[in-house]
Structures are given as structure tokens and as C-alpha cells.
């Protein structure tokens, strides 16, 4: 579903800046440095309006949350959540995945998180699902080597094809489930997942290290 623009997104975006890295890049190689008192560097990629990042970053106060979010629209909720908890190891990056090697040095992360990206069904355009090969080149280059990608989804048909392209590209796949709150609810829920859940609709998960 298409973001409905927000006339006051400026103004918003504005009143939240404290959560909003302006130029990311320049933090290169160095995130924890600047932001000190944290142990850990953590991605979401796609964070939409920020419940899980808001509340994973809660929940781990020494671990630092860097959401990259393309669509301002989405983000701008994110970011006054983010703001509205009090949350000081939270940062928004306006930003493409694609970009992630020059946002993030080699080694830089520890997790990546991708939670019910777009799957972008057609054949002709799996290049831009993120976990198609393209991607994990990316991701296996900015992670530490014992670095992690946990990825949810609904969508069954582009779980089973990514669980494919991770074996494929030499990542070790473990923790899949395709029905991971059979027994009720397990972590924490993206605003999406919530209303999956409600509705009855299995999620799929697994977890995957760089060979």
C-alpha cells in the first residue's frame, strides 16, 4: 500500500531532528564511536513507522538502532515515536539499502534486520527484494563475521526464495520457521506482523550468518 503523503511532513520531520542522521555517511566506520555507551550496532532496513525499531531499541538500551527508511512519510511516525519514548540509541537514516557501503564500513554491524520488505513478485524485478544476491554481497561486506540477518515475512513464496539465495551465496541458515507464533506470540511484532497475527496469517522467520 502507498504512504499517503503528509502535508506537515517538514515541519514534523523538523521537531523530531534529534533522531535524524542528516549525513550518515560521515559516521562511516565510526557509529559507535559517536555515539557512545553502546556496545552494538543493529540495522532495520525498511523500518516503516518504527514499532519494532522503538520497541527492540527499548528493549536494548546498549545496543545502537540505525533504521534506514526511503520513505520519509513512514519514517517521520517512526521518528516521533522514537522521540515520544525517550529513546537515545535510535537513529533514522533517509537512505536506499543499496547505499549501505557507503553509509557503513566492512565489519561495521552486528545484526541486520529485515522485516516484511516488498517482495517485488515479478521475476523481472528480484534484484530489488532484499535479499536477492545483490544485496547480500552488500550485507556479508558491512557485517562483522559473526555477523547476523534475521529476516520475517508473510509472504511465503519470497521466504522459500530467500532461504534459496542465502544458501546459494554461502550463508549459514538456521532458525526457520514458517509459522513462527503457532504456539502465540514470539518476540517482538512489527506493526504489520501485529495485524498478520490477528488475522490468523503464519509468519515465516530464519536467522543467517556469513559462511
Not at 15 to 42: D, F, I, M
Not at 81 to 91: F, G, I, P, S, T
Amino acid at each position: 500500500m502507498r504512504m499517503r503523503k503528509k502535508p506537515n511532513l517538514i515541519p514534523r520531520m523538523e521537531k523530531a531532528a534529534a533522531v535524524l542522521e542528516r549525513e550518515p555517511e560521515k559516521l562511516r566506520g565510526r557509529w559507535l564511536e559517536a555515539c557512545p555507551g553502546h556496545t552494538r550496532l543493529y540495522l532495520e532496513l525498511g523500518c516503516g513507522k518504527g514499532g519494532f525499531t522503538c520497541a527492540a531499541a527499548r528493549e536494548e538500551p546498549e545496543a545502537l538502532f540505525a533504521a534506514v527508511e526511503r520513505v520519509p512519510d513512514a519514517m517521520v511516525v517512526a521518528m516521533e515515536r522514537a522521540c515520544e519514548m525517550d529513546l537515545h540509541n535510535v537513529r533514522f537514516l533517509d537512505a536506499d539499502a543499496a547505499r549501505l557501503t557507503e553509509l557503513f564500513a566492512p565489519g561495521e554491524a552486528d545484526r541486520i534486520y529485515i522485516n516484511f520488505c516488498d517482495p517485488w513478485p515479478k521475476k523481472k524485478q528480484f534484484k530489488r527484494r532484499l535479499t536477492a544476491p545483490g544485496f547480500l554481497a552488500l550485507y556479508r561486506q558491512i557485517l562483522k563475521p559473526e555477523g547476523e540477518i534475521w529476516f520475517k515475512t508473510d509472504n511465503r513464496d519470497l521466504f522459500d526464495w530467500s532461504e534459496e539465495q542465502l544458501l546459494a551465496c554461502g550463508w549459514q541458515v538456521s532458525e526457520v520457521t514458517r509459522d513462527l507464533h503457532a504456539n502465540g506470540p514470539v518476540g517482538i511484532m512489527t506493526d504489520y506482523e501485529k495485524k498478520f497475527y490477528g488475522e490468523g496469517k503464519p509468519i515465516c522467520r530464519l536467522t543467517a550468518r556469513a559462511k
